[in-house]
């Protein structure tokens, strides 16, 4: 199939004012003529594809005998495309933006931290509702506070084993979107919500049958008097169950679509719900723990909606749900598998230390819980630097334009954003239980508790931003199976020392020390990972990673 050849002239581009053309502004082409490729093609091979572009929509007119043939095929051609993003949707072929390997490293730090601000607020919502419950709860009884810790555990903290999902739904549509393949879209996302929903009955069955035994198992014999105030939040908010993660498909797939204003949105009315329900219902109607948790579970409910209704506003039926293909399943457990062990080991290593703590009196239980969900509401900030580097570095390592030093740049201006961020949530992050700590709680007893572990909180919290952004890149590069390793291996280190510090009678500062070594153990081994010669950054051979595979997924 021969192509024609594409018509260039000397004039500039018409039309520059239309809408259209200002809505595409980022986008260069290049001085060479484009290579058409047809998007089905699986052939290493470049198979040219016929093409014709009305110039009175993209070119200004050229007065040539060639502009003239030019425009009696225009005329012979009514249904080819009008614009852009006619051409793109209509072809599949991917018009080439300046790329990131042209960027300057300052230029890199301005794209991650447009990227990242928007961002940011998709993952402060849940962290958030919890601190808001525990300040809200904090003002009244501290065993309802205590209560909070091993609630949340089973509210919050088993709610991240299911983060899996949101990585193979960004990674999934993203993929098919980049093919201009909104049926694989649709089907992705009726196939996707209909596992969240599944997932999410049976969490609430879960913590239906099965909730005040966990609770139990929690607490310990030594804080019985807590279970009947951790068991009435746990119910109320296990209604949500299956909204949770629906919201989150929903979610990852307005990321996959590089929409993050749509969630952010939803989460800012869920969180004003939520903070507005606490102070109703807890302060004024005097409902305590169990009207905390009737706030928080309808702000999810209504996050939920919200993420769904920016989903049919994109063209897309979220409502309608498919049962996966075992083909299909087995898609989303190759995608998502690492990532599940991943996420399994730090919420088993954070509910160790809560089942560690639990075995303590009241008190320090109550000031565990305040500093711990100090500690997730600011760790959630440096996750976008996480979905940073799943954006951009997969285009430096193994895009069409890949360049390896491009890459070791956008690294290094990961780290350094990274290492401000985590500086500054350290310094506030410690600030506010040491100056305010009445924000939380007025017995003295627990903001004394509170005192004692402000050094390794601030250690822990400083580098995690770092962590985040070495492990996003590790993600990006398909390093599956060592993050998988590293990530066990860290739980189980972690676990032993919990144990020594139980045994050596260390209280609450030696838990939070292993909290520590957990954190830094993991910004070590990712970081020798990626120096390595022969790690992503630097090999040159890309089937070591299984990409092939990933790629067809």
Known sequence: MQARTLLHCSHTLQNHNHPRFLSRSLISFKKRP??????????????????????SRLLAPCNSPAHESANNSVTENESSTDSISEFIEETGIEVNREGLENQSMWEQMKEIVMFTGPATGLWICGPLMSLIDTAVIGQGSSIELAALGPGTVLCDGMSYIFMFLSIATSNMVATSLAKQDKNEVQHQLSMLLFIGLTCGSLMFLFTKFFGPS?????????????????????????????AILIGWVAQSASL?????????????????VNGIGDIVLCRFLGHGIAGAAWATMASQIVAAFMMIDSLNKKGYNAYAISVPSTDDLMIVFRLAAPAFIM????????SLIVYFVTSMDTLTLAAHQVMIQAFFMCTVWGE????????????????????????????KSLAIIGTILGLALGIIGTSVPWFFPSIFTHDQKIIQ????????????????????????????GRDLKFISLAMSGCFFTGALLLLLVSSRGYGLPGYWFALVGFQWGRFFLALQRLLSPDGILFSEDLSQHELKELKAA
């Open 34 to 55: 484009l290579s058409l490729v047809s998007p089905n093609s699986h052939s290493s091979l470049l198979h040219p594809i016929p093409l014709v572009i009305k110039p």
């Open 214 to 242: 966990a609770l139990k198992a929690f607490a310990g014999s030594n804080n019985l008097d807590i279970i009947p105030a951790a068991n009435t939040y746990v119910q109320i908010r296990g209604l949500a169950w299956p």
């Open 256 to 272: 996959g679509m590089k929409d993050s204003w749509g969630p952010l949105k939803a989460l800012a009315v869920a969180s004003a």
């Open 343 to 350: 996420m399994i080991s730090k919420v088993a290593f954070f």
């Open 384 to 411: 976008p630097l996480s979905q940073a580097a799943q954006s951009f570095m997969p285009e430096l390592m193994y895009g069409v334009n890949r360049s390896l030093e491009k890459a070791r740049t956008m690294l």
């Open 449 to 476: 508790e509170m005192h004692k572990v402000l050094i390794p909180y601030f250690l822990a919290l400083a580098v995690t931003p770092c962590i985040l952004s070495l492990e996003g890149t590790l993600l990006a």
